[in-house]
């Protein structure tokens, strides 16, 4: 069964910091990229990050580069997705997903969990 344990997520000032950790199971992590997406009410689902785990290739949406980054621990199983400056519309429901193709890791998802909320007051 894939499972994703996402943790980190929380309430935060603008221009603060929080790290969502994501640990998978269930399936080869080695063989997937694995990310973040979003879900904003009112708004569409936007990809922001992922993580080729099998030569770390990294891939960013325009609106989080140069604030979040992400990395992996294959050992563990688990990406984390390291997140500064924040702003309010970062706003969202943050979802951990896997995906067979790293092209297309920012797109489509294979596997995503249930996902942790992410609040940034101004």
């Known amino acids: 069964e894939v499972q994703f344990v996402e943790s980190g997520g929380g309430l935060v000032q603008a221009g603060g910091s929080l790290r969502l950790s994501c640990a998978a199971s269930?399936?080869?992590?080695?063989?997937?990229?694995i990310g973040w997406f979003r879900k904003a009410p009112g708004k569409e689902r936007e990809g922001l990050s992922c993580i080729s785990t099998s030569d770390g290739s990294t891939y960013y949406t325009d609106s989080v580069k140069g604030r979040f980054t992400i990395s992996s621990d294959n050992a563990k199983n688990t990406v984390y997705l390291q997140m500064n400056s924040l702003k309010p519309e970062d706003t969202a429901v943050y979802y951990c997903?896997?995906?067979?193709?790293?092209?297309?890791?920012?797109?489509?998802?294979?596997?995503w969990g249930q996902g942790t909320q992410v609040t940034v007051s101004s």
């Open positions: 997903a896997a995906t067979i193709e790293p092209r297309v890791c920012l797109y489509v998802y294979d596997y």
């Open positions: 269930g399936f080869t992590f080695d063989d997937y990229a």
